[in-house]
């Protein structure tokens, strides 16, 4: 199983109409259906938006650099992999599909402490279907992003 790096983005909106782009990760129904990734981990971050509940473009910067040292941690040995990004709404989340969550956390810590402290939140839950992953890949359509179809 090869790990690409090809996306999708979508507009959706939160539930106070606030809106929220969806980056989701494509070409990864491999890793999905090899049963591998039984656990599910998302990343919250919390911030003061603009008008449009979006982050400031040095908040976006700080935020990018946290999530490319999450992308190369957790995706080095393919632990967990990054499924889908949204940000919008006053909050950016990042989506994982895990092998063990343990080890995951295990390795965020690691990860995040070359940063100073993050105002993040996290959640786990056993997803063994990766239900909410294909369920985010239902938006793809809404994009209009059809150069990555073969």
Same mark, same amino acid.
């Given at each position: 199983?090869?790990?690409?790096?090809?996306?999708?983005?979508?507009?959706?909106?939160?539930?106070?109409?606030?809106?929220?782009?969806?980056?989701?990760?494509?070409?990864?129904?491999?890793?999905? !259906? @090899?049963?591998?990734?039984?656990?599910? $981990?998302?990343?919250?971050?919390? %911030?003061? &938006?603009? #008008? /449009?509940?979006?982050?400031?473009?040095?908040?976006?910067?700080?935020?990018?650099?946290?999530?490319?040292?999450?992308? !190369? @941690?957790?995706?080095?040995?393919?632990? $967990?992999?990054?499924?889908?990004? %949204?940000? &919008?709404? #006053? /909050?950016?989340?990042?989506?994982?599909?895990?092998?063990?969550?343990?080890?995951?956390?295990?390795?965020?810590?690691?990860?995040?402490?070359?940063?100073?402290?993050?105002?993040?939140?996290?959640?786990?839950?056993?997803?063994?279907?990766?239900?909410?992953?294909?369920?985010?890949?239902?938006?793809?359509?809404?994009?209009?992003?059809?150069?990555?179809?073969?």
């Amino acid at each position: 199983m090869k790990l690409t790096d090809k996306w999708f983005s979508a507009i959706s909106e939160d539930e106070n109409g606030k809106l929220v782009i969806v980056t989701g990760r494509d070409d990864i129904m491999d890793f999905v !259906k @090899s049963g591998k990734f039984k656990e599910r $981990a998302e990343i919250y971050w919390k %911030y003061e &938006g603009d #008008g /449009q509940g979006m982050p400031s473009e040095e908040l976006s910067e700080q935020m990018e650099q946290v999530e490319e040292a999450l992308r !190369k @941690s957790m995706e080095k040995d393919k632990l $967990a992999i990054l499924t889908g990004v %949204y940000t &919008g709404g #006053g /909050q950016k989340t990042w989506v994982f599909i895990c092998r063990t969550v343990r080890v995951f956390g295990e390795r965020l810590n690691e990860v995040l402490s070359s940063f100073d402290l993050l105002p993040i939140e996290i959640y786990t839950e056993n997803d063994p279907d990766c239900e909410e992953y294909l369920d985010m890949l239902e938006m793809r359509s809404w994009g209009g992003d059809d150069d990555d179809e073969d």
